[in-house]
């Protein structure tokens, strides 16, 4: 059978290529003479996953990737750059700390016009747990897509500039203040896509900013915000048509919770230890849109988590958010606990205001009960369907 495979012209093969590792993209020369250097054309430089222990692999691991470097195309941009690196070794050997190694690199891609970055440095290094990240990064006016995991951002003494940027996901990441964390926003004037997870700051008087308040991602349509470790200032993002919240009690005040005009998907997470539905009414005020909603439960230490049997003190608000009564169509509960709780107060408040909702699927610990309960409370939409999950 002839290799039709190989037929194809080498535009598409280098395309074909560029869904692979570049390990696996390089290992294909030994295919046929076709193939000897196609991977030398392929626009994306992809190191996948690496976790080195001992000073010889890094070594061969670094050698690996400057070989790439240095034999592919150089006329030709790296439109994607991806490394997970972890460095597990105790002791390092000049002149190979592994951040200037990988500066250098980042370096590279950024004079090559990339347009993805997907960055993950794990160092396992005497104090330094989170390296300082590549600055040629902030200034890559090609750059679309950023991913970074596990960086600390330096003091911003020069402007960032990303004017391509429209998807910026970050994690694990340190600032030296709010300021600087704002700043990195401001340089992303297109950005339409954020998530923030375990953004943090060095200096906890930078919480208390105000100079930012007014500040708008004004082309952003989803974000995901943790707002667990740091006041992230929602009014930035209040543009949004979906949003992804975590948030606790303490973050739920007046001030802090803003308008979201656009939002008609939300997924509300909320930390068990806080868990409270005047907290929940409260963001479903602000969101006066709303079609799609999913209420979730996590806690945010194990051991440490308890439920407050608190619905002997509910009373229904003395106004009803405008999305339950216009526009909620859906509605998931998950970490259903229990028979008498929060959950059943705010789900049979649901139910009884919601005049256009269509589907109500709850996750329930085991307890058939609910069902039951929730089926003979009053129902405002006659085209509302209940289900009720068992988990264990």
């Known amino acids: 059978m002839a290799d039709i495979v190989s037929t194809l012209p080498d535009a598409i093969l280098c395309h074909i290529l560029s869904f692979l590792e570049t390990k696996q993209s390089v290992a294909t020369t030994i295919l046929s003479k076709r193939w000897k250097y196609l ?12 976790a080195v222990t001992d000073q010889n692999a890094y070594i061969r691991f670094i050698h690996f990737v400057y070989s790439v470097l240095l034999f592919r195309d150089p006329a030709l941009p790296i439109q994607k750059f991806k490394l997970i690196f972890g460095y597990h070794i105790h002791q390092i050997v000049r002149p190979y700390y592994p951040m200037d190694t990988i500066t250098k690199w980042v370096d590279f891609v950024v004079q090559r016009r990339v347009e993805y970055i997907d ?16 600055i040629s990064i902030l200034t890559c006016n090609t750059l679309v897509v950023l991913k970074l995991v596990c960086f600390n951002v330096v ?3 020069s402007p960032v500039a990303l004017p391509s940027l429209k998807t910026l996901h970050l994690d694990n990441i340190m600032f030296p203040e709010l300021r600087d964390f704002m700043l990195f926003l401001v340089g992303c004037p297109i950005l339409e896509d954020l998530s923030t997870f375990d953004v943090a700051f060095d200096s906890e008087e930078s919480l208390t900013c105000d100079e930012w308040k007014s500040f708008c991602l004004t082309n952003l349509t989803t974000a995901d915000i943790d707002c667990y470790c ?3 200032p929602l009014k930035a993002v209040h543009n949004v048509s979906s949003l992804r919240l975590q948030i606790d009690q303490e973050n739920c005040r007046n001030d802090f919770i803003h308008t979201f005009h656009n939002l008609t998907k939300l997924d509300l997470f909320c930390s068990s230890l806080h868990y409270n539905w005047k907290m929940v009414i409260e963001v479903l005020k602000h969101c006066p849109k709303l079609q799609k909603l999913h209420l979730n439960e996590v806690e945010l ?6 439920r407050n049997d608190d619905n002997e003190n509910w009373v229904d608000p003395d106004f009803v958010p405008q999305c339950l009564s216009l526009h909620l169509r859906t509605c998931y509960i998950s970490s259903f606990f229990g028979l008498h709780g929060t959950e059943l107060m705010l789900a049979k408040y649901i ?11 709850i996750w329930n610990s085991g307890q058939p009960e609910i069902k039951q309960q929730l089926s003979s409370s009053p ?5 509302c369907k209940l289900t009720v999950y068992y988990v264990p």
């Open 155 to 157: 003091e911003l003494f």
């Open 379 to 383: 129902v405002a939409s006659a085209t």
């Open 39 to 50: 991977w030398r054309s392929v626009p994306v430089l992809d190191l996948g996953r690496s």
């Open 351 to 361: 139910l009884k205001n919601a005049k256009v909702l269509q589907t109500m699927n």
């Open 230 to 232: 740091n006041h992230f």
């Open 301 to 306: 230490e194990e051991g440490l988590w308890t």
């Open 119 to 134: 960055l993950h440095v794990d160092l396992h290094v005497g104090t330094e747990y989170l390296p300082k990240l590549p």
